[in-house]
Structure formats: C-alpha cells, structure tokens
C-alpha cells in the first residue's frame, strides 16, 4: 500500500553533518511526486539526515487514506528506538503530518518543517470544489483543503510539536491569486500558512510550484532541523510584522 522513491546524495554544500540515526521523512505536495523533492532529499543527505523522499498517490485518495499509507510506511523505516524523526512536507504533505500526529503520533518524533501548507485551508480549493472536471483531475484530497470549519485542515488542532513553518509571497499563477485574497504564493494565502502553535515562521520570494527547489529554502529548513529556529537569512516580514 506504500512505496518510497529514494536518491543518492549530491555534492551540493550543506550545514555540519548530523548522527545518522536521525531521519527525515520528505512529504510532497498536491499533483506532485517525490521527484519534486529529490533536490531538498540531497542536501538532507549530504548534511548528514538519513532522508526517505515518501512518494504517494495524492490525485487518487482521501487524506485519510493517505495518513493510514503514511503510517504503514513509517512502520517500515523509521519508528525504530534509537531513531529521531523529522517531517520535511510541501503544501497537502503537511496536512497528511498534522493528520497522523493527531491520530498515531510518534513516539519518537522530533520536528517538522512545512513549505506553503494549507493549514487553514485555501480559497483555491474553495473555489474549484463544484467544479466535477477538477475534482477528477486534483482528486478527492483537494476536495478536502477548503477554508470552511468543517475542511480537514481546520479540524486538527494546534501545533503541539516543534514547527517551522516557510511561506512564499511570489505567485505565477495569476488566476489563483486572484481567486486568493491578500498575499500569497500563488496556491495558499500567506496567513492560511500560519498554525497556532508553531516555533517559527518566514516569508520568502519563492512560489508554491518551487519553493522546495529554492537553495536559501533549504538552508532555512536544514538550520530549523538542527536548531528548532530559522536563521532568517534572506527572508520578508510577514505582513504586518
């Protein structure tokens, strides 16, 4: 029911290394692939994490089907004594994180960091939800990601675990963000990022689609896993700060 994409490691410069009995687990996003990780799975690697890049099918279930194949997949690897385990997640990947620490948290579970995650849900998927075409295209989990109280996202509860959370305010996806009140990163508004509870928060200009790809995004992410902080470094006030 589960099945992993794993890649070697690049060569590509990284903060100090770290013990290899911590693991990071790398969630992707909506309509994406572990191959929209492999960069962020490289430096992990060459920074010292054992990092398992989780590929799941995320146009063809419900999120909860989705946290019991997340689940079944951890058994697997990573819930072993001895072992340390982060989430690195991409947008509907943080939502599949907050589902499974809500319902199986781990017993050994360190910290988390979300790039653009609906945790307040979206607006776009508000949007697209009567829309039958979309619904076969984007699946039944993007059906699920809407901003009303009832949406799956708005059911889990604050942060109760170390979290770093990066949104982008760059969008290339104009009739989203039309769609999108306020800044956004072109899928997710900047506030609907924010989760009662979490540790730290930047702002980059980066989009939705790449924020993953982005080398200074990375960097924020490898420091966060070592010092439950982000180094912001090259980051914008969140609006209002």
């Known amino acids: 029911m589960f099945f992993f994409f794993i890649i070697g490691s690049s060569n590509s410069l990284a903060a100090e290394p770290k013990n290899k009995t911590e693991a990071v687990v790398l969630l992707h996003g909506l309509g994406r692939t572990a191959k929209s990780m492999v960069y962020m799975e490289q430096r992990l690697t060459v920074a010292g994490y054992t990092a398992y890049n989780y590929d799941y099918e995320s146009r063809k279930n419900e999120i909860g089907y989705l946290v019991e194949d997340l689940h079944e997949f951890l058994e697997a690897c990573c819930l072993q004594d001895g072992i340390l385990l982060h989430f690195v997640t991409h947008s509907l990947g943080g939502v599949l994180v907050r589902a499974l620490i809500a319902e199986k948290r781990p017993d050994n579970l360190g910290r988390v960091v979300m790039l653009s995650p609906p945790n307040k849900g979206t607006e776009a998927a508000d949007y697209i939800k009567d829309y039958s075409l979309f619904k076969d295209l984007l699946g039944p989990a993007s059906m699920q990601l809407g901003t009303g109280p009832d949406s799956v996202p708005n059911r889990l509860g604050p942060a109760d675990f170390e979290l770093g959370i990066i949104a982008g305010d760059r969008t290339i996806d104009p009739i989203s963000s039309w769609i999108i009140p306020g800044k956004d990163d072109g899928k997710v508004a ?11 928060f930047v ?15 990375v960097d924020e992410v490898i420091f966060f896993l070592q010092q439950g902080r982000f180094r912001h470094s090259e980051v914008l006030p969140a609006p209002g700060e």
């Open 203 to 217: 702002v980059m200009h980066v989009s939705h689609a790449f924020i993953m790809e982005e080398p200074a995004v």
């Open 190 to 200: 900047i506030e609907r990022t924010k989760l009662e509870g979490m540790a730290d």
